[in-house]
């Protein structure tokens, strides 16, 4: 059972930092910013959920359990919310994503100086 | 062994230096309060190095725990943390005065709006 | 009570300023600021005399002794700063009044009162402790409310001026916090007579003197010795009338106590040639500060900057006491940080009084004040025979001293130059005196318009004390004479 | 393994240092400063500091970033080039030499970790041995902080309320000149960050119920008085930052604040005088109790309520004073 649980929690932290990887990966290659944060919000919240549960695996006394529960609780609500605060400050900003071609998609509101 | 175990310090003292140097080298107002907060933060460095013991423990006593790390630095760096982020507020504060009496955040702006001071 | 009495001069400002800070009414927390530092005052007399007359009070903080916990150790030095600060600061604050409520505005004088009692409480208590670490801790707490004191003055340069000082007090500060954090390093310990016997045991070390060079470098940027002086002229002219009193008398004074304390206490004169040459290089700097600031302040248009070179001028006689390095050296040095700050406060404080009636500081505008302003104009010129140093007033006890001392040295260059600084400072003294009196009215008709009075009451006592401290100078000699003895004959505690 | 994970997070620190002196534009180097409080938070966990490491994330990755980016939409984030030539080769001089001094300084150190050092030996010990039956509490930097030093940590606390003061004193009344950019940057179209007030109005109770968590678990684990107070202020900002200025004006009056700032100093200090008057030494907790250990507890209950309040509100009063220059509140 043991053995299970060790594997089962080291696969969850290789994937999970494999994630984290690919998306600073997608952060530095990509040249748009709403597909860079499209890239980081993702892996980001998946990767430290697995990261969280592959700890949550490896400990076996209650309170860390617990903490680690709520942290993962916390980062589930406060990592997608804080890629959409980004995204629409940017939009309201007046940055709009560009295309395959690499030209801005939609037009650009007269910007405000 | 000999030269690592001064690594750490040596690499503490570039980073204080860093800091150090945005602080007189760079003319924007807030740049220069990033700089001291940089310098500070690296000084906090340097004591919490000082109260390491290779192997230590967080200072919380616990049942079959023999080595510590030094409580007393981490003590002072509390207390230096607050007095950094309070030095940060109040120039802060000043810079935002500063702004709205000269238009501008820039030394070598503003030193030219008036007789040197 | 009585063996309370060490912590109660930095308590009551201490407790005092938050408490201050929930009377809704200006006028009320004058009242209250001024209560507290009377009565701080009254307690730093008592002190002084139990210390004078007992020798060293201890005072373990929570009642855990040193090193363990901070300890207040008030040995004669400790005792006179203390005394200088808190009455300085008392006498400031009761005067305070018409200057403040016509400078500050009316949201803001109730904080601008727990500001100035949380800059005496944080001064009384860098003079106080005996912990290295306290020592930063209270620093920060003058600087901190300094800062923002000096940013209330008038005109918007000073909130640059406020800016800069706030910038170069940080890096002194910080400074200070790594040479503090060297020597406990190298000793483990903060307390300073700890530290003063624990250092010389560790030898010659590459360490401590790093320490001490940023220590020194550190103080000397809150003494604004020359060269690094670049923050004073600024933040003393554009300062509030009232702060730039109170930091001219004080804040200098405290900064040159704590360069004494380390060099003397902690770690000792001989821990190191290099030292030894550190001495040579406080004098050079000295000379160099007394003839830069005096001629600046000679050619200077408007007064109030022209005294604050005359501060830079006078640190330099007070360091150059401090580079003689033998006892007459420091005690000359002593008596001048004691004199200085009833000179400066007359001074600044007749000042205040003028740019209250006057408007301005500018010599121009200060034509005929003599007879505007009879008395106050008297008493600035008093002080200001003091600051030249004219036997018969305090001054010239502090120069007879420095004089005397550089004699002994057999110095005769330094003893030289000294008597020529205070020729420099006659000249921008007797400037003043021939705007006040000789030159011709300006086009309105002068009528008498005096300070107010209890204004002109601290002024005229400052000035007073001047002269009573120039015939009667036991209490600056023989406390500094035994506060220097303490700190060479090896036995600082 | 320890001793990679710090090279790792040292050459993370240098290349974060090194960036900020090369990166232009304010937003940017803010962001550099927070990564750089991050990064030597956890840089103080591998060395066993945990209270430092909590108060330095919370304070050098969060308030301190949050009062700069105050500033910047205040001021606007424009940075010059810097200044090239005598300024440059002046302050490279002058680095260059404090640099090298702090070397010279280094070569006489006991080494790094080393468990002989005089500053592990000298007084420390005392604190790691006695503090158990002293005061009787586990965390150790607790014991120290609140009792030991408890003369600092009053230093400390006067040090956040200096700031408030002078903070409140230099902004009172000022002029509220970018309140129109800002407001147009964010929400051009005036609609609510819907969004974010949901989820907002989810955490919030909870940040809130942490900081008082942190607050009464600090003799147990890392946490006190001052990160509490910080973590609190935290979450009244960020519902001040989602509903505005206005809204949270009404929950917690400016007025209240400064009174309750006032407060905390004074809960800390008439402990001390409650000694005073009892005739023992200023701060001595023993005369609140029969029982030292438990006067110790008392005590250090007491002051630590008092340092967490004085942080609450000098920190939600200083965000009042800067967000006020963005947009008029009711004061």
Known sequence: MSTILAWTSD????????????????????NDFYARIHACGVTETLATALIILGLLLQSDSATPQFKLALILLFVLFSSPTASHALAKAAWNAGLRPRDNSGKRGIPLPPRER | MDVFSYFNYWVVVVLMMLGFFIVIARGNLVKKLIGLNIFQTSVFILYISIGNVSGGAAPILEEGVAL????????????????????????????????????SVEESEILAQDEPC | ????????????????????????????????????????????????????????????????????????????????????????????????????????????????????LLCLAGLLGIAATGDAFNLFVFLEISSLSTYALVAMGPDRRALLAAYNYLIMGTIGATFILIGIGFLYMLTGTLSMADLGERLPAMGESRTAFAAYAFIVVGVCLKLALFPLHLWLPGAYTRAPSIVTVFLAATSTKVALYVLIRFT??????????????????????????VFAGSLVAI???????????????????????????????????????????????????????????????????????????????????????????????????????????AAAQQQWILLGLILAGSLLTAVYIWRFVETAYAEPEGDSVIQRNEAPLGMLLVIVLLALLNLYFGFDSRLPVETAGGAAQALLGGDAS | MEVLIDIVLLSLLVATAVALVMVRGLIASIMLTSVYGLLSASFFVTMGAVDVAFTEAAVGAGVSPLLLLFTVAVIGRKERAPEGGA????????????????????????????????????????????????IGIPNVVTSVLASYRAYDTLGEVLVIFTAGVAVILILASSSHRGSARLRNATVPDGSPHTILQVVGKILIPFILLFAFYVQFHGEYGPGGGFQAGVIFASGVILYGLLFGLPTVCRVLPPPVMEVLAALGVLI?????????????????????????????????????????????????????????QLEPGPN
């Open chain 2, 68 to 103: 510590y790390s030094n409580p007393l630095p981490h003590v002072l760096i509390l207390t230096a943390i607050v007095v950094g982020i309070a030095t940060t507020a109040v120039g802060l504060a000043l810079v935002v005065r500063i702004h709205a009496a000269y238009d």
């Open chain 3, 299 to 405: 050619f200077e248009a408007d007064l109030k900057r022209g005294l604050a070179y005359s501060s830079v001028a006078q640190i330099g006689f007070m360091v150059i006491g401090l580079g003689i390095g033998t006892v007459e050296g420091l005690q000359a040095s002593l008596i001048h940080l004691f004199n200085h700050a009833l000179m400066k406060g007359a001074l600044f404080l007749a000042l205040a009084a003028f740019i209250l009636r006057v408007g301005s500081s500018n010599f121009s505008s200060l034509r005929g004040i003599g007879r505007r302003m009879p008395l106050a104009t008297a008493a600035f010129v008093l002080a200001g025979i003091s600051l030249i140093g004219i036997p018969g007033t305090a001054g010239f006890i502090s120069k007879w001293y420095l004089v005397l001392a």
């Open chain 4, 268 to 324: 800390f200090g008439l402990t001390g005088v409650m000694s005073l008057l009892n005739g023992a030494p200023f701060l001595d907790y023993s005369v609140l109790a029969d029982d030292p250990v438990t006067a110790q507890h008392i005590g250090i209950m007491v002051i630590e309520l008092g340092v967490g309040i004085t942080v609450a509100s000098v920190i939600t009063a200083i965000y009042y004073a800067f967000a006020n």
């Open chain 1, 11 to 30: 696969a969850c932290l290789l994937v999970g930092s494999f994630l984290l990887l690919t998306g600073a990966l997608g952060f530095l290659r990509f």
């Open chain 4, 87 to 134: 300024v440059l080769v002046k302050s490279l001089l002058l680095v260059v030499v404090t640099g090298a001094l702090l070397i010279v300084g280094t070569l006489d150190m006991p080494p790094f970790g080393s468990p002989d050092a005089p500053a592990q030996t000298h007084v420390a010990p005392y604190y790691l041995q006695q503090s158990g039956a002293e």
């Open chain 3, 264 to 289: 003397y206490s902690v770690f000792h004169l001989e821990f190191s040639q290099l030292a030894q040459a550190l001495d040579t290089v406080f004098i050079a700097l000295g000379v160099i500060a």
């Open chain 3, 1 to 116: 009570m009585l063996s309370q009495l060490p912590v109660l001069p930095v308590l009551l400002p201490l407790i005092g300023a938050p408490a201050c800070a929930l009377l809704r009414r200006p006028t009320l927390a004058w009242v209250f600021a001024c209560l507290v530092a009377v009565l701080a005052f009254l307690c730093t007399v008592s002190l002084f005399t139990t210390t004078w007359q007992e020798g060293v009070q201890t005072y373990a903080l929570g009642g855990w002794p040193s090193p363990w916990g901070i300890e207040y150790r008030i040995d004669l030095l400790n005792a006179l700063v203390l005394l200088v600060v808190s009455g300085i600061g008392a006498a400031i604050l009761l005067a305070s009044r018409a200057s403040v409520w016509q400078e500050i505005g009316e949201t803001r004088r109730g904080l601008f009162y727990v500001a100035c």
